[in-house]
C-alpha cells in the first residue's frame, strides 16, 4: 500500500509561482512513476506533469509546459510540482497519483494510488 499526501497549495497572484509537494509512505515508491493532475470547479480532471521512477523522464501538458517543472527526490520519498507564472485558469484542485506497473501514463485511469489533493487558486 501507498499513501500520498499533497501539500504546498495556496493562494497566489496571476505571475506568482507555488510548490506542491507529494509525500508518500512506503518503499516502494520509488520505483513508482508520478503523475499530477487537476481538477477545476465544473471541468473533467486533467493531466498536469508526470515523471517516471527513475526521474529520467517527464511529461507535460502543453498548457503548463515551459511553466511547470515535476521532479523527485528519492531519498525523501517526495515528487515536486514547482509551478512558476501562475494564471487564473491554473486555478484547481492539484492531485498526485502513483503508478505501480513501469508506465508514465497521462491517463488519471492508469493511476493506482491517489492522494487527497491540495488547492490552488490564482487571482488576478
Known amino acids: 500500500q501507498v499513501q500520498l499526501v499533497e501539500s504546498g497549495g495556496g493562494l497566489v497572484q496571476a505571475g506568482g509561482s507555488l510548490r506542491l509537494s507529494c509525500a508518500a509512505s512506503g518503499r516502494t515508491f520509488s520505483r513508482y512513476a508520478v503523475g499530477w493532475f487537476r481538477q477545476a470547479p465544473g471541468k473533467e480532471r486533467e493531466f498536469v506533469a508526470a515523471i517516471s521512477w527513475s526521474g529520467g523522464s517527464t511529461y507535460y501538458a502543453d498548457s503548463v509546459k515551459g511553466r511547470f517543472t515535476i521532479s523527485r527526490d528519492g531519498a525523501k520519498n517526495t515528487v515536486f510540482l514547482q509551478m512558476n507564472s501562475l494564471r487564473p485558469e491554473d486555478t484547481a484542485v492539484y492531485s498526485c497519483?502513483?503508478?505501480?506497473?513501469?508506465?508514465?501514463?497521462?491517463?488519471?485511469?492508469?493511476?493506482?494510488?491517489w492522494g487527497q489533493g491540495t488547492q490552488v487558486t490564482v487571482s488576478s
Open positions: 497519483a502513483a503508478e505501480t506497473r513501469g508506465m508514465v501514463p497521462r491517463s488519471q485511469y492508469e493511476y493506482d494510488y
